[in-house]
């Protein structure tokens, strides 16, 4: 069973969080956002539009911080989206869909960089 971090949003299959190295996990509620993807910029404002169509709230978080993308451009920037835990499944069945079968992928990839 996946628990939940509230400092990453994030569901994992350990009792460590891979990211944040918290140790105070807990099982996820139907409210808790939990993070689906990271991708760059234009693909997050595609998959936030795709989610809004299909009734999933979706949230964001740049990786590396406004200020950063506004003077890099927004090419470099990278999003991490959020979606609540309740709409999950199906969230993904709809990123899988649009970019064929990625998500589970871009997640591994994702959870095995430490900040």
Known sequence: MSLYCENCMKLVDTAICPRCRNRKLRAPQPGDF???AEV???QAEM???LYADN???CTERSVLGAGLVAELGVN???VRLYVPFDRLAPAKE???AYFCGAADAAEREYDSDPE
């Open 76 to 78: 470099v920037g990278r």
């Open 34 to 36: 939990c993070q689906i």
């Open 47 to 49: 998959l936030k539009e």
């Open 40 to 42: 760059p910029y234009i």
């Open 94 to 96: 709809l990123y899988d």
């Open 55 to 57: 009734g999933i709230p």
